[in-house]
């Protein structure tokens, strides 16, 4: 293989609603949704600008990785829900005039993408203007028909959340990524998993071999908050077995979780799910996954001194 290194996903936030740092989220990371996808040949797509992408930025601007760094960037938004979207405005690369930043992110009737994210990266909000930034943007909406970027090929596709949201599905000759951050499948079906092709973000799931998905409830927290637009860690199981995906790896966090209490969330799907094909881990910030022909490793995780 010559050390070769084909996709590497790698989280840098993984928390939902608001971030959470301290202590007691030290581990798995307290700041909101941000996922790096960097394939071999230099191609970069940024799933999500939440808190997270600070670092992100700040690592691409301190260490680049590989010789090919790239010059354009990808930012796929699933929608604009402010912990989605607050650290756009401090995302380095923004500020370089040599770089070339594409935004994607769902349509909406109303109002274009552009206007919509103005609305946060102006004042009162935010010291900058959206159209004051130096870099060369350039803004596009989705769903559309496939993406290509580099080694990587995007599909998007509405899901059930609240307002316009969308959910990625990221395809290249070494694996198959799914990225559903903020979804409610089981939304009014009375026996969750119901038939594939009536299920939400099935599609974008479909045989793949990491599904990064939103898990921010138990099972009893679920039911009293229906409509939401969240998912509980039993929920996302069962449709990571419908879908055939290979591994699991419970996101968007719920603020108030604490570390313990997601590594006792994750012992208590693994003895309800004993004997299942599908494997599950914990998001956590910089623990990197990488998908090498077919073969998923997952990193150690990082424990903090």
Same mark, same amino acid.
């Given at each position: ?22 202590? +007691? ?10 996922? +790096? *996808?960097? $394939? ?36 796929? %938004? ?58 060369? %943007? ?13 080694? %990587? ?33 089981? %939304? ?19 045989? $793949? ?11 009893? +927290? ?20 419908? $879908?055939?995906?290979?591994?699991? *790896? ?17 012992? +208590? ?37």
């Amino acid at each position: 293989m010559g050390g070769r290194i084909a996709v590497i996903v790698t989280p840098w936030g993984t928390r939902g609603s608001l971030s959470a740092p301290g202590p +007691e989220t030290a581990r798995y990371g307290g700041n909101t949704a941000c996922v +790096e *996808v960097w $394939a071999d040949d230099g191609t970069l797509v940024v799933l999500d600008a939440g808190t997270g992408i600070r670092r992100l930025g700040v690592s691409l601007a301190e260490a680049p990785r590989m010789e090919n760094h790239p010059r354009r960037i990808d930012v796929l %938004l699933t929608h604009l829900h402010m912990d989605h979207i607050q650290g756009l405005g401090f995302f380095g690369p923004l500020y370089d005039s040599s770089m070339e930043i594409h935004i994607w992110g769902p349509a909406r009737s109303e109002f274009p993408l552009r206007k919509r994210l103005s609305r946060y990266l102006s004042p009162p909000l935010f010291p900058v203007h959206l159209r004051s930034l130096p870099c060369k %943007l350039f803004l596009h909406e989705v769903p559309k028909e496939e993406l290509v970027v580099g080694a %990587l090929r995007v599909t998007s596709a509405f899901v059930c959340h609240p307002g316009p949201t969308v959910g990625f599905r990221i395809e290249s000759a070494d694996g198959v990524i799914a990225y559903l951050p903020d979804h409610e499948p089981a %939304l009014g079906v009375k026996d969750f998993p119901g038939s594939p092709q009536w299920t939400s973000g099935y599609a974008l799931a479909r045989d $793949a071999d990491l599904l990064i998905h939103d898990a921010q409830y138990t099972d009893a +927290e679920y039911a009293t908050h229906v409509g939401w637009g969240h998912s509980s860690i039993s929920q996302v199981v069962a449709f990571a077995q419908l $879908a055939g995906a290979r591994h699991a *790896v419970l996101f968007h966090h719920d603020p108030v979780r604490e570390d313990d209490e997601l590594e006792a969330m994750l012992a +208590e799907s693994e003895a309800k799910n004993f004997g299942s094909s599908v494997a599950v881990s914990i998001a956590a910030e910089e623990r990197s996954y990488t998908l090498d022909r077919g073969k998923l490793q997952v990193a150690p995780l990082l424990i903090p001194v």
